[in-house]
């Protein structure tokens, strides 16, 4: 009897092992390197979980800066890049970390400022013009300061505004951080600062600020995702982040990114190539 119930627990615990290394091997997870924005946003808690139901992948995100995100991507500690600096995302390509850059989806960066608009900025429709204005009444300015996708455009309006930033500048602050948290600076100091719409839109704490520039063609924000090249970290899941791209390119994953809104208004216009 003895030997007949010990024989019957030894086949049950070899069934619920081979029933848990089965489920544990059909598991498909992949690392998404991405920005804050598509994070604090709230797009990727919308896609994600159709892309699952739709696919059995598991898509993991570690949302960072763009500068982080690929340098994320350089280390070969992520399969997929979903990143919007496209001159880093072409050099990304260029330097063999992956092969190839599909864009996705885009939407716009806006110029964030208090109600009261001490440099004089709301309704302009020249970013550089708006900076200048900024830079001369010497009112508080909030930057990411992180290397972001953001920031990488502030520093490119900056410069063709014609004002460097002199390390130290007491109305300039750096805060190193997040879209969320820098725009939460912003708030508590007054104070200016750029931004992408899609965390824009979603972001609380706005206390007295408001959209006070927008619509400059240069304000235009892209966004690429990269296949991290397998040839170069055979660890990267080649197959299953090549389904995630494939489905974010898609007629079906167009439409859901262009499905998510915030009391009626759309953050992200599909616009991959077909």
């Given at each position: 009897m003895?030997?007949?119930?010990?024989?019957?627990?030894?086949?049950?615990l070899?069934?619920?092992?081979?029933?848990?290394?089965?489920?544990?091997?059909?598991?498909?997870?992949?690392v998404?390197?991405?920005?804050?924005?598509t994070?604090?946003?709230?797009?990727?808690?919308?896609i994600?979980?159709?892309?699952?139901?739709?696919?059995?992948?598991?898509?993991?995100?570690?949302?960072v800066?763009?500068?982080?995100?690929?340098?994320?991507?350089?280390?070969?500690?992520?399969?997929?890049?979903?990143?919007?600096?496209?001159?880093?995302?072409?050099?990304?390509?260029?330097d063999?970390?992956?092969?190839k850059?599909?864009?996705?989806?885009?939407?716009?960066?806006?110029?964030?400022?208090?109600?009261?608009?001490?440099?004089?900025?709301?309704?302009?429709?020249?970013?550089?013009?708006?900076l200048?204005?900024?830079?001369?009444?010497?009112a508080?300015?909030?930057?990411?300061?992180?290397?972001?996708?953001?920031?990488?455009?502030?520093l490119?309006?900056w410069?063709?505004?014609?004002?460097?930033?002199?390390?130290?500048?007491?109305?300039?602050?750096e805060t190193?951080s997040?879209?969320?948290?820098?725009?939460?600076?912003?708030?508590a100091?007054?104070?200016?600062?750029?931004?992408?719409r899609?965390t824009?839109?979603?972001?609380?704490?706005?206390?007295?600020?408001?959209?006070?520039?927008q619509?400059?063609?240069?304000?235009?924000?892209?966004?690429?995702?990269?296949?991290v090249?397998?040839a170069?970290?055979?660890?990267?899941?080649?197959?299953?982040?090549?389904?995630?791209?494939?489905?974010?390119?898609?007629?079906?994953?167009?439409?859901v990114?262009?499905?998510?809104?915030?009391?009626g208004?759309?953050?992200?216009?599909?616009?991959?190539?077909?």
């Amino acid at each position: 009897m003895k030997k007949l119930i010990s024989n019957l627990f030894f086949g049950t615990l070899v069934t619920v092992l081979m029933g848990s290394s089965q489920v544990y091997a059909q598991e498909k997870t992949i690392v998404v390197s991405s920005t804050t924005s598509t994070e604090q946003s709230g797009l990727f808690n919308f896609i994600l979980p159709i892309f699952k139901m739709k696919t059995g992948i598991d898509a993991k995100v570690v949302a960072v800066g763009t500068g982080q995100a690929l340098d994320i991507g350089r280390r070969g500690d992520a399969d997929v890049v979903f990143v919007h600096d496209k001159a880093a995302e072409e050099k990304f390509v260029e330097d063999g970390f992956s092969t190839k850059r599909y864009e996705v989806m885009y939407n716009d960066f806006v110029l964030i400022g208090p109600k009261t608009d001490p440099a004089k900025v709301g309704g302009g429709k020249d970013i550089q013009v708006a900076l200048q204005k900024i830079a001369a009444a010497q009112a508080p300015f909030v930057s990411r300061g992180d290397k972001s996708g953001t920031h990488a455009a502030e520093l490119r309006y900056w410069k063709g505004a014609g004002i460097a930033i002199a390390p130290g500048t007491a109305w300039y602050k750096e805060t190193g951080s997040g879209m969320g948290p820098a725009l939460n600076t912003a708030s508590a100091m007054n104070g200016y600062i750029l931004a992408d719409r899609g965390t824009w839109i979603s972001f609380k704490n706005r206390g007295d600020l408001m959209i006070l520039v927008q619509g400059d063609p240069k304000l235009f924000n892209q966004y690429g995702v990269m296949l991290v090249n397998p040839a170069k970290f055979p660890s990267v899941k080649k197959a299953q982040g090549q389904e995630f791209i494939d489905w974010l390119i898609s007629k079906n994953g167009q439409e859901v990114i262009a499905s998510y809104k915030i009391d009626g208004e759309q953050l992200f216009f599909p616009n991959a190539k077909k």
